[in-house]
């Protein structure tokens, strides 16, 4: 069965950058849509992007669109998210995800299937100081 396990998290000071991996296992078994979400203690989790990663058709949210990249290195079963320009908002736990969904349902769906993907890490830390 796929496993995904995320790193690359740490604290960082506004402005700052940070790139976060997401090693896949096995993307045969989880599938070609995959995204980032964040969450912090007592919130809902929040969708971050997604990737498409047959294809490599992206998608962000308003929030973090000009400032985070979301790709995928399919050699390597990996997933990144570069994150420039870090602001305190940004401080979260951030998980990984990914699902066999086709890319019709993965570009329209993503974002309010926030808790049905089928694959989930474990979560790094982001923490941005002001």
């Known amino acids: 069965q796929g496993q995904l396990a995320e790193s690359g998290g740490g604290s960082v000071q506004a402005g700052g950058s940070l790139r976060l991996t997401c090693s896949a296992s096995?993307?045969?078994?989880?599938?070609?849509?995959m995204g980032w979400f964040r969450q912090v203690p007592g919130s809902e989790r929040e969708p971050v992007a997604a990737i498409y990663t047959n294809g490599g058709a992206t998608y962000y949210t308003d929030s973090v669109r000009g400032r985070f990249t979301i790709s995928y290195d399919l050699p390597r079963n990996t997933l990144y998210l570069q994150m420039n320009s870090l602001e305190p908002d940004d401080t979260a736990l951030y998980y990984c995800a990914g699902d066999s969904w086709d890319p019709q349902l993965c570009a329209s769906d993503w974002t309010q299937r926030k808790y049905e993907f089928n694959y989930w890490g474990q979560g790094t830390q982001v923490t941005v100081s002001s």
């Open positions: 096995d993307y045969t078994y989880i599938g070609y849509c």
